[in-house]
């Protein structure tokens, strides 16, 4: 049921969405458009096995459509694999809105696109994601019951996803140097964002040693002033030497060219689809002996605080949850390095045998 299908058979040239879709086996995409309001998106069910299909929105300034579409499969995919291995009664879904979220945004957009999510009848929650803020959620709201992390409730989940991040980094220290403490370590962020910021703040207090880049310089300078970091540049961050390289901005920075550039024992960060390849740059990660913390495991505090929301618990249930990111990551490489196999593979694995074990469970007649 779970299962990738083949594609073989598929004819890429006449049905090429279809084809992807089949790829990584998505039940449904949904595409939106209304040009009264500008709103272009994409809504992209991929697993409802566990529940309905929770995932952020995203608002991004895509070059084309065909990027927007290989996105949204890429993170609705890792939405149902981070959902499973958090231990969530959640199936994975994702949207993107094409647009710059500096200057597009607006009510009727949101509402209209608050709609289009109301229109699935549940099958998939939304939430803020990339470019979005707890008040473009409001606006959603409006039309549809189906989203969470509004303010007054469970809120922003930065807070929350950056714990986590931060938890598991430590689990990966404690396997890669024998201590899980990170103080004197020097840690490079890439991105200090919401989650990224989070995550500086808790790396200062424990007194490690910290370089950030982002591509907002406003906020790029604040932050290093409130936390005595280093600023570098956007491809500098590649090229210090580090103990880990925490990427928190957008994905596919380990690659080929990065890979062999970074100097660090460990990439533990909160971007999503950190591997341009995972078949490819997983495993070549390994083989150079850094651990690397499987991005949708270690990044899964955000739809912890959501998950929090759709049942009705409590903040301090939320980062409690969180918590158990420590135990999943170093059960992660704690198994990769016995079996020789690379994280990603094992986090997949271990979420896919809870999607299919769960598949199984038949509700009485």
Not at 321 to 337: D, G
Request: charged share 20%; proline share 3%; hydrophobic share 40%.
């Amino acid at each position: 049921m779970f299962e990738v299908k083949n594609i073989e058979d598929v004819n890429l040239a006449e049905n090429p969405v279809i084809a992807q879709m089949s790829k990584y086996n998505h039940e449904q995409l949904l595409f939106c458009n209304d040009n009264e309001t500008g709103l272009k998106a994409i809504i992209a069910v991929h697993n409802t096995v566990l529940g309905p299909a929770l995932g952020g929105t995203r608002m991004w300034h895509y070059q084309n459509e065909t990027e927007a579409l290989n996105d949204v499969l890429r993170l609705s995919r890792g939405m149902t694999y981070k959902n499973s291995i958090s231990g969530l009664n959640l199936g994975g879904g994702k949207a993107v809105i094409i647009g710059d979220s500096r200057s597009m945004k607006s009510e009727a957009l949101f509402r209209r696109f608050g709609k289009f999510v109301n229109s699935l009848g549940g099958k998939y929650i939304t939430a803020e994601d990339v470019g979005i803020s707890p008040i473009d959620m409001t606006w959603v709201s409006m039309e549809t019951n189906h989203v969470v992390g509004l303010p007054g409730k469970s809120g922003d989940p930065s807070p929350v996803t950056a714990h986590g991040t931060y938890v598991g980094m430590k689990a990966c220290a404690k396997e890669q140097f024998g201590s899980d403490s990170l103080k004197g370590k020097k840690v490079a962020v890439q991105g200090v964002g919401h989650v990224g910021e989070y995550l500086v703040q808790s790396l200062a207090k424990e007194g490690a040693e910290i370089f950030i880049t982002d591509i907002h310089e406003p906020t790029l300078k604040r932050v290093a002033n409130e936390y005595g970091a280093t600023v570098v540049g956007l491809d500098e961050i590649y090229d210090i030497e580090m103990d880990i390289y925490a990427p928190c901005a957008l994905g596919a920075t380990v690659n080929d060219d990065t890979l062999s550039r970074l100097k660090c024992s460990i990439i533990a960060g909160a971007a999503n689809n950190q591997l341009q390849q995972e078949d490819v740059h997983g495993r070549a990660v390994m083989e150079k002996g850094i651990i690397y913390a499987p991005d949708f495991a270690l990044n899964a505090g955000g739809v912890i605080n959501c998950y929090s929301e759709v049942k009705g618990l409590s903040p301090d249930w939320a980062m409690s949850k969180a918590e158990e990111i420590y135990t999943t990551i170093h059960n992660i490489v704690k198994r990769s390095n016995s079996e020789n196999v690379p994280t990603y593979q094992i986090a997949n694995k271990m979420a896919e045998e809870r999607i299919v074990a769960m598949g199984k469970v038949k509700l009485p007649l």
